[in-house]
């Protein structure tokens, strides 16, 4: 079989780029389909706040038979390589039929395309940064996949490690049986309520803006020394967030206060995963209609993310937030949760996650590959 690769330059092909993936998950019963019209608007630069500030190239590998057998997207992300004073690029959004010659291919057309832009180093995959869906999964194939969390054929991983892209970071999924909030927790939050330091409140729909825009600001300070971590922009952080405008379920998460002034948050959504999956990336002419009419059926929850700003960290926040989420997720029978992703050597919240009682099971990996020497 003939095989050629080619930079995607119109609608046409934009189209068969986000089409591809329902050819290689044919037979993935686990897999479960994009909506198209948000993944058109993803890959819109008149759309997507994060196209503004980035140089994203996609590529399509066609057959002799001129059918698409693989894409992989190839990232310029000037804010990372502006804010850690690096010259990386990034792939993402990588598909290919069970067929190495492709995968080698796509790879090939990155090596090439991080020379020719004088990059040191190519890492991935990253869909289109570590603030979006990111990572290889590697462990964890018999669940299926929560909403944000990307999945992937196992024989992925053997291409990339034969290529030679070797080990950057691994992510971690854990999951924990939410019964009971744990006595322990409870004792600790009942000495800490006592100080009367700060106040936890749920998040308020009718000012969904203004929330937002609060969890923006906690969010870049409080995550600023993580490792992948790359500030977003507000235009950004409001883009991600009005695409989970119609599903986010305000009772979950919550907003930390002192005096009146936001200090903390945590997200929890509903995993509205197996609601899409029916929909099966159509939104007409019932897809609508099948999401509004389940999506208050959905038990089971993602843990996002969860941050305090640096200067309050002592004060057991984050347990309250923990404490909140848990009496929550009783409260509604909610039988268990997933909290991802973090990273592998992140201990401090390992250990915080390992003794409300989760554990992991899933595992993600992000590669790199040195191009220039």
């Known amino acids: 079989m003939s095989l050629s690769v080619q930079q995607v330059k119109n609608s046409t092909d934009i189209k068969k780029f986000i089409r591809l993936p329902w050819k290689v998950y044919d037979n993935f019963p686990l897999w479960v389909p994009p909506l198209i019209s948000e993944r058109e608007k993803f890959l819109d630069p008149a759309v997507n706040p994060f196209l503004k500030y980035s140089q994203v190239d996609l590529f399509l590998v066609t057959s ?8 992989i997207a190839l990232i310029e992300n000037h804010v990372h390589n502006e804010t850690l004073s690096d010259r990386v ?7 290919v039929v069970n067929d190495k010659k492709v995968s080698n291919l796509l790879l090939d057309k990155a090596a090439q395309w991080c020379r020719e832009n004088n990059f040191s180093k190519l890492i991935g995959p990253v869909n289109l940064s570590t603030n979006h869906e990111c990572g290889l999964l590697i462990e964890g194939f018999d669940t299926s996949p929560v909403i944000g969390i990307p999945y992937n054929p196992s024989y992925y991983s053997g291409y990339f490690d034969d290529w030679g892209l070797i080990k950057y970071k691994d992510l971690v999924s854990l999951r ?5 909030v744990p006595e322990y927790l409870e004792s600790a939050i009942g000495r800490i309520n006592k100080r009367d330091r700060f106040s936890i409140r749920p998040f308020c729909l009718n000012n969904f803006n203004e929330e937002i825009e609060t969890i923006w600001s906690i969010y870049n300070e409080s995550w600023a020394n993580n490792w992948g971590f790359i500030p977003m922009s507000k235009e950004e952080f409001i883009y991600s967030a009005n695409e989970m405008k119609n599903f986010i ?4 998460c919550f907003i930390a206060e002192i ?6 948050f945590s997200l929890t959504l509903p995993d509205i995963n197996p609601v899409l999956k029916k929909m099966n990336g159509r939104v007409f002419p019932f897809g609508w209609a099948s999401f ?18 640096p200067t309050y960290r002592r004060l057991g926040i984050d347990a309250a937030l923990y404490c909140e989420t848990l009496k929550i997720f009783v409260e509604k029978k909610i039988k268990w949760c997933d909290m991802s992703w973090v990273l592998e050597d992140n201990k ?8 409300l009682g989760g554990t992991i099971y899933k595992r993600h990996r992000i590669y790199e590959r040195n191009i220039l020497s």
């Open 292 to 309: 509004y009419l389940n999506k208050n059926k959905i038990k089971l929850f993602r843990v996002v993310a969860l941050g305090v700003m």
């Open 176 to 180: 924990m049986t939410t019964s009971r």
């Open 89 to 95: 690029g990034f792939f993402g959004m990588f598909e």
């Open 249 to 252: 379920r305000p009772e979950y």
């Open 348 to 355: 401090g919240m390992l250990d915080s996650i390992y003794r």
């Open 259 to 264: 005096s009146g002034e936001p200090v903390g």
């Open 64 to 71: 002799n038979k001129h059918s698409v057998v693989g894409r």
